[in-house]
């Protein structure tokens, strides 16, 4: 087996991800998944994104995103805290966004092709993978015969 070929190492970035506390959640598969974003941006910005995120997700329905994407913040919406980790959802939902700016994000491609992404949030060590417009999180074997990603 060959080794990867580190792409990034100890980048900065903010990072938003879905939260999901419990196993009912009405967020997809292919939502949940880590967004990667400038570093630069201002905690307002990142607010923003994870609105508009929020809102086009399918936890909402579209005339409800409408509605709050024409407003700033939304009625029933966790209030945006400040700083390095913002939190974004509805009250009282175990579903919500959160952000992390973090300054070990690492990006590594193997001989297949397959990119293993790394950072460390508030919590642990995150480690997600991307092959072929695929995400999947955790520790996930490559099938060589059949060139897909799937759970070990």
Request: hydrophobic share 35%; with cysteine.
């Amino acid at each position: 087996m060959a080794a990867s070929t580190v792409i990034l190492r100890n980048r900065a970035a903010w990072i938003v991800e879905w939260c999901v506390q419990g196993g009912n959640s009405a967020i997809e598969k292919f939502e949940s998944r880590p967004y990667i974003l400038p570093y630069r941006w201002k905690a307002e910005r990142i607010v923003d994104f994870m609105r508009c995120l929020y809102l086009n997700s399918s936890l909402v329905t579209p005339s409800e995103a409408v509605i709050g994407l024409n407003k700033r913040q939304p009625e029933g919406m966790l209030p945006p805290s400040n700083g390095q980790s913002l939190i974004y959802g509805e009250c009282g939902n175990r579903t919500f966004l959160f952000s992390n700016r973090v300054k070990d994000l690492n990006i590594e491609r193997d001989e297949y092709g397959r990119f293993a992404v790394t950072w460390t949030n508030h919590f642990s060590k995150q480690r997600w993978f991307w092959k072929e417009g695929h995400w999947i999180q955790g520790y996930e074997k490559f099938k060589t015969g059949t060139q897909h990603l799937s759970a070990s």
